[in-house]
């Protein structure tokens, strides 16, 4: 009964440790706030859905992190890049709708254009249910969420979305991007919001 209760008593502090780092990372004042509303024309979707997004960028992943990754991919292929992005400990933010808690970012990275805007691009693993995990379905070889954004020099513009998506890279060190779905989903009248 002493052993059952210690027992419970460990995972309790281990789940409150896990929900005070998560709330940590979701508290923190944001680099970027970014607000889109988005479309969902894919094959997943019985028809076309659409609402808004929040992304906040609560810190832009530094060259090491980058660099980490880069060879990950190249020395690894898809996996080895999954899991050193799954080390990632600091999140760099979250994505979520109005009526969600949101989902924690691992990489995000902001890119100068020539025209005084920026590109954001963003990457994360995403959930695989338990079901999704015992049956091994096609989907599974597509464990990547990702975010490529376009904004112009007065903070507004487009993007998509990759909810399903491959990372591998071709022999000419190429970055090679696969979607799950038939498109991405499209990120319309995205806003910067300071």
Not at 90 to 118: M, N, V
Not at 127 to 149: C, G, H, K, N
Not at 171 to 178: G, S, T
Request: charged share 25%; with cysteine.
């Amino acid at each position: 009964m002493h052993r059952q209760s210690c027992f419970l008593t460990a995972c309790l502090v281990t789940i409150g440790v896990a929900v005070a780092s998560h709330r940590t990372a979701f508290a923190a004042k944001p680099v970027m706030h970014l607000t889109a509303f988005a479309v969902d024309m894919s094959n997943m979707a019985n028809r076309t859905r659409a609402g808004t997004v929040d992304i906040i960028i609560n810190r832009w992943a530094s060259d090491q992190e980058r660099d980490t990754l880069r060879a990950a991919l190249r020395e690894g292929g898809t996996d080895s890049l999954l899991k050193a992005l799954q080390k990632i400990k600091e999140p760099a933010g979250y994505i979520r709708t109005p009526s969600s808690i949101g989902y924690p970012l691992r990489f995000a990275r902001q890119i100068p254009t020539p025209e005084g805007g920026k590109r954001i691009i963003v990457a994360t693993d995403r959930y695989v249910s338990f079901l999704e995990a015992t049956s091994q379905p096609r989907s599974i070889d597509y464990p990547f969420m990702l975010v490529d954004i376009r904004l112009g020099p007065d903070g507004k513009g487009t993007g998509k979305l990759m909810p399903l998506a491959k990372v591998t890279e071709s022999e000419d060190h190429v970055v090679e991007i696969e979607n799950y779905a038939s498109e991405p989903v499209r990120l319309n009248e995205v806003r910067e919001l300071k």
